[in-house]
């Protein structure tokens, strides 16, 4: 069996030690304001694995001291229909953060039903107006799941300035806010996707690796550059269990740290969902500014 020379990132102790933080402003917030807060979730049709996930977002809520009001509507439902109920949600004082399970059925506007949900319970980080403040590195909400890889990099002391990030995958929801956050980070930022010329190439020069694939095991142990992170969002259903976007063991074998996958990335990006929410929370409901983080 290979030796492995990296340092394994443990992301559940890392989510755990968040969801400590969490449960303890959200403590702060009913001492202080008699009010519990509430994320809603908005879940479109009955595909069972967005039930699923929909179902252990509510459950972390709830675990955490917080509320979730999870609405379902029908597969057939219309991009309007969506729109009006996300806008309700935005004018409701009791809930502080919105969540709309995606991907949508196909008949709707993915778009305009992200962009009903104000800035400030957009604690998915799924709207325009997220994505610019990621980019400029001011206040408001991380798309949950690069959000958690920083702070993953930020809990292991890597150093980000001036390190060369490549980050394989430009999807909206992954690869392009990560760029965006490792650039607000002061990192040299090279995005790739599957029409860049010499991929092995451009990971080989990579200080930092964000895999972002969806395709099982695809980067290889030999692209990493010794002594790199490598950073694997990917989560693919195999027979054996999830399996990253990483070969893993080769590359933990050259790599300074890595992610697992199970373990890694993944419990990260509920931790960011309901954190963010609680902090959504603290704002609208005017809890001292020091009491909150970005
Ligand atoms: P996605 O929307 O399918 O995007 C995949 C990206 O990979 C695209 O930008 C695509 O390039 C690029 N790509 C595909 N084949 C490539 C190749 N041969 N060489 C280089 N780039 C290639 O996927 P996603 O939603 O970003 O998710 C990526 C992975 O993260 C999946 O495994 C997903 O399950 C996982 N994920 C995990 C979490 C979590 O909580 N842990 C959350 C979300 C997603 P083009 O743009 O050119 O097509």
Redo the contacts with the bound molecule.
């Keep these: 069996m290979t030796q492995l020379q990296a340092k394994r990132i443990d992301g559940k102790a890392v989510a755990a030690r968040m969801g400590e933080a969490t449960a303890a402003r959200v403590k702060r917030i009913v001492e202080k304001t008699g009010v519990v807060p509430c994320l809603a979730t908005v879940l479109v049709g009955s595909d069972p694995a967005s039930a699923k996930y929909v179902e252990s977002k509510g459950k972390l809520c709830e675990k955490l001291g917080m509320r979730s009001l999870k609405l379902a509507m029908p597969e057939q439902t219309t991009t309007a229909e969506l729109v009006g109920k996300v806008a309700d949600l935005g004018r409701d004082p009791a809930v502080h953060g919105i969540l709309l399970q995606h991907p949508v059925p196909k008949q709707i506007d993915e778009r305009a039903a992200f962009e009903a949900i104000p800035p400030g319970k957009d604690v998915d980080g799924v709207t325009f107006y997220s994505f610019g403040t990621m980019f400029y590195d001011l206040p408001g909400f991380g798309s949950?799941?690069p959000a958690?890889i920083m702070k993953l990099l930020d809990a292991y002391s890597v150093k980000i300035q001036g390190a060369h990030a490549v980050v394989?995958?430009?999807?909206?929801?992954?690869?392009k806010p990560m760029a965006g956050m490792l650039l607000a980070g002061h990192a040299s930022v090279t995005i790739?996707?599957?029409?860049?010329v010499d991929?092995r190439g451009v990971v080989r020069l990579a200080d930092i690796v964000v895999?972002?694939?969806?395709?099982?095991r695809?980067v290889q142990g030999d692209w990493i550059k010794p002594g790199a992170v490598v950073m694997d969002?990917?989560?693919?259903p195999g027979p054996k269990g999830n399996v990253?976007?990483v070969d893993f063991e080769p590359a933990a074998a050259r790599a300074s740290l890595i992610t697992p996958?199970p373990g890694?990335?993944?419990p990260?990006?509920?931790a960011v969902l309901v954190d963010q929410t609680s902090i959504a929370a603290a704002r609208q409901l005017g809890v001292a500014a020091d009491e909150v983080q970005r």
């Design positions: 949950c799941t958690g394989i995958g430009r999807s909206a929801i992954l690869g790739c996707h599957s029409r860049t991929l895999a972002a694939v969806g395709k099982p695809f969002a990917g989560f693919n990253g976007d996958v890694g990335v993944g990260m990006t509920l």
